[in-house]
C-alpha cells in the first residue's frame, strides 16, 4: 500500500527570466562572461559565467570558493558545489537560455560598436 502513495510531483511553472551580461572577459579563456539574472522579478543570480569549452558553450551557476577550497583540502580533490540551482528542467532551460540571448546580444553590440568606430572616425576627418 505504500508504494500506492507515492507523492506526486506537482506541475511547476516556468518562471520569467531575464538576464544581463555583466562583463565580457577579453583574452583566450575558457570563461567567456559574467551574468547576472533576475528570476520573476523577486531574486537575483550575480556570478554566472559562459563558458566555452571543447564540447561547446554552457553556462555554469555561482560557485562558492570557500567550500570548494575547504574540500579540496579534505578529500585531495576539487569539487564544485553550486550555491544557486533550478529545481526544474524547464527553469533551467529558460535560465540557460535567457543567459545564452543577452551574451548573443553583448557580442552582437560589441561586434556593431568595433563596426561603427572606423566609420565615426573617417566622419570627423572630413
Known sequence: MA?????????VPTPKVEARIDRLVDGDFKTK???????????????????????????AMPQDFKERVQQAVENGETKYNDTFHAITADARNALVDAVNDAYEQKLQEQMEQK???????????M
Request: aromatic share 6%; glycine share 8%.
Open 33 to 59: 562572461a559574467y551574468a547576472s539574472a533576475t528570476i520573476a522579478g523577486a531574486f537575483a543570480v550575480h556570478s554566472i559565467r559562459v563558458i566555452e569549452s571543447d564540447k561547446g558553450r554552457f553556462v
Open 3 to 11: 508504494s500506492t502513495n507515492k507523492k506526486k510531483q506537482q506541475e
Open 115 to 125: 563596426g561603427d568606430a572606423p566609420d565615426q572616425a573617417m566622419g570627423q576627418q
